[in-house]
Every structure is written in structure tokens, then in C-alpha cells.
Nanobody, 116 residues
């Protein structure tokens, strides 16, 4: 059974930092592209960042470029999202995503709240 378990969310002030973690089990971690999505209150889920398993390439939404960094620790089956200089508009439920050619999995989400 595949599980993606996120952690690291919480309350932070604007300009602060958080690091989200997503630990995967039940899949061959290095065969999946790992990504983070988020869903702000009342809005659709949106792409945040991805880490391509084949070559280690990373991609970011324009809104987070230069502030967020995605990374992967294969030994720990974990993908991270380092979030710096957080803004009010970054508040959302953040979801971990694992994608291969044939399968896609989601975590349960972790809440990030940003206060002024």
C-alpha cells in the first residue's frame, strides 16, 4: 500500500520559513517524480514545485521561484519543500504528489498558515 505522509506545516509570520517533508512508502521512490501542490482556501489546487526522478531537474511555479526549494533524499524516501520569505498568499494546504508513467498518488496534506 502506497503512503505519502506530509509533515512540517504550521503557523508562521510573513517573511518566515518552514520546511515541509513528505515520506513515501510502498513505492520505488527513485522511479517517481515528486511534487508539491497547494490549495488555498476557496481556490483550486495548484502546482508549486516538482523534482524529476530521471535527471534531478526541478520546476517551480512563478509565484514561488527564488523563495521555495524542492529536494529529495533517496535514502530516506523523503522529498522536502523549503519555504522562505513566506507571504500571506502562500497560506494553503500543501499536498505531496508522486507521479510515474502509470500511477499517481497524493498525501493527505499539511496546513500552512501565514500571519501578518
Amino acid at each position: 500500500q502506497v503512503q505519502l505522509v506530509e509533515s512540517g506545516g504550521g503557523l508562521v509570520q510573513t517573511g518566515g520559513s518552514l520546511r515541509l517533508s513528505c515520506t513515501a512508502s510502498g513505492l520505488t521512490f527513485n522511479q517517481y517524480t515528486m511534487a508539491w501542490f497547494r490549495q488555498p482556501p476557496g481556490k483550486d489546487r495548484e502546482f508549486v514545485a516538482s523534482h524529476i526522478h530521471k535527471d534531478g531537474s526541478t520546476y517551480y511555479a512563478d509565484s514561488v521561484k527564488g523563495r521555495f526549494t524542492i529536494s529529495r533524499d533517496i535514502a530516506k524516501n523523503t522529498v522536502y519543500l523549503q519555504m522562505n520569505n513566506l507571504k500571506l498568499e502562500d497560506a494553503a494546504v500543501y499536498y505531496c504528489n508522486a507521479l510515474s508513467t502509470y500511477e499517481q498518488y497524493w498525501g493527505q496534506g499539511t496546513q500552512v498558515t501565514v500571519s501578518s
